[in-house]
């Protein structure tokens, strides 16, 4: 016995709280001197597990749960729930409204409760989400009135502003008239997705990384799936909706009837509260083939186009937009509309 | 003395065992004679329990004992049989030794 063996403390406090008051003692004292024999006979663990096993014994004798008689002299409890059950059978038609209305009311509140919960969980499963922003566009100052889509050119020249840590670009396609083609290229099926589609450069899941929810890579990664033009990420709903139980890696599915994508990877499905609800994910190094000499232009802007940035620990927010309205104004001259970026706490509900 | 003595199996033994003890029984040291005598292995908790039912129906009376180290400190309940005990303990071996009697007369 190198250390002073005790019993677990759990066990003990067992039967300290709640064996009859006068009973407490002996029960101990005859567990701590079982107990000793044990330990010298085996060992600790073995004593251990014995005075738990032991412990449970006694809870499943009656004695055990007894408490002193005149203790119980002037306890009503039972009478109460039996009046309380006869007057509830007395007046049936109250009864039955009351219950009900307790029951509906109980349950709305229920039913609240989980749906302000899923609400508040979007998107908090990223691990830097506090001081993850979406940019957006506002006309003049009026910050409720914004729009998303950011012009192509921006994204790039943001690159020096200091207190960006992280950005990502993506532009969200929304639906897509998807042809799946067999290994040899004729069209073999033909889908129509309503959404979920959206190009995303490797760097989207360092921003929106999903680290505290299950989604997981099945084939491929972020950082080679993603990185050549014509490549396309798809869910596993959708791997199994196109191919059942065929590997879909390395086929082609050809968008628009034009633009032909080659499966780099599968990713698990994106869990319901979220604000980034994708299936399939083109590569952003595709875009050049999409929108052509639209990627330069400083002026028009698409609203699918959304650009996400993690600032700094502890930069002010404010800092940041002016830095970045001054990047813009410098490459900016005409002066027809004067667009100021803004930063918002965004990636919050602002549904595509 | 009501006529309809209730004394369940292991009731007996254990009323035996306290009887065979003498002055120093109580939960431990009756397990322990009771594997000894009768080589039944029976659960701390059931004794404790059989003890309280003796005790209720007045077969045997306890106080509580000095304490010891190998306790922890503390006490033990010390059981002692009462004549009602002990005359319920040798009613029932008459009436058993009475039956056998007559087994062997036949």
Redesign the interface.
């Known amino acids: 016995m190198v250390t002073d063996p005790q019993p677990p403390r759990w066990a003990e406090m067992l039967i300290e709280r709640f064996a009859p008051k006068n009973?407490a003692?002996?029960?101990?004292?005859?567990?701590?001197?079982?107990y000793?024999g044990d330990v010298k006979q085996r060992n600790h663990r073995v004593a251990r597990r014995k005075y738990v096993w032991?412990v449970l014994?006694?809870c499943?004798?009656?004695?055990?749960w007894k408490q002193p008689t005149q203790q119980n002299r002037y306890n009503m409890t039972g009478s109460y729930f039996k009046m309380a059950k006869r007057s509830l059978l007395a007046n049936k038609v109250t009864t039955t409204i009351n219950v009900l209305g307790l029951v509906i009311g109980i349950a709305s509140a229920l039913a609240i409760i989980s749906i302000i919960r899923f609400e508040q969980s979007f998107d908090t499963f990223h691990s830097d989400y506090k001081n993850t922003y979406r940019m957006v566009r506002v006309s003049g100052g009026d910050v409720a009135e914004f729009r998303t889509g950011i012009p192509y050119a921006i994204p790039p020249a943001m690159k020096d502003v200091a207190s960006i840590k992280k950005m990502t670009k993506l532009e969200y396609l929304r639906g897509a008239n998807v042809d799946v083609l067999s290994s040899d290229g004729k069209f073999e099926r033909q889908f129509i997705e309503e959404d979920g589609v959206v190009t995303v450069e490797p760097e989207f899941f360092d921003v929106i990384d999903f680290a505290g929810s299950p989604i997981q890579w099945i084939a491929g990664d972020a950082k080679t799936s993603l990185r050549e033009p014509s490549s396309v990420v798809v869910t596993r709903a959708i791997a199994q909706k196109y191919f059942g139980e065929e590997n879909p890696i390395g086929r082609t599915l050809r968008f628009q009837k034009a633009y032909d994508f080659k499966i780099t990877g599968v990713i698990e499905d994106f869990p319901r509260n979220t604000d980034f609800p994708f299936t399939m994910l083109v590569s952003y190094s595709s875009m050049p083939l999409l929108f052509k000499e639209r990627m330069s232009d400083w002026v028009s802007s698409n609203d699918g186009h959304a650009v996400y940035v993690v600032l700094q620990e502890g930069v002010n927010v404010k800092d940041v937009e002016a830095q970045i309205a001054k990047l813009h104004e410098a490459k900016y001259r005409k002066g027809f509309v004067k667009l100021s970026s803004l930063l918002s706490s965004a990636t919050k509900r602002s549904a595509f | 003395m009501s006529g309809r003595i209730y004394l369940g199996e292991l009731e007996e033994l254990i009323l035996l065992m306290v009887a065979l003890i003498g002055t120093d029984a109580?939960?431990?040291s009756i397990a322990t004679a009771l594997e000894e005598q009768t080589g039944r292995v029976i659960?701390?908790?059931?004794v404790?329990?059989a003890l309280?039912?003796l005790e209720d129906k007045g077969f045997v009376k306890s106080k509580?004992g000095g304490a010891s180290m190998?306790?922890?400190g503390?006490?033990?309940?010390l059981f002692q049989i009462t004549t009602y005990g002990r005359q319920t303990l040798e009613e029932v071996r008459d009436v058993r030794d009475l039956i056998w009697a007559q087994i062997q007369n036949i």
């Open positions: 009973f003692e002996e029960i101990r004292g005859d567990l701590y001197e079982m000793l032991r014994g006694f499943t004798h009656t004695f055990f | 109580y939960g431990v659960t701390i908790s059931a404790h329990a309280h039912r509580m190998e306790r922890g503390r006490r033990k309940r």
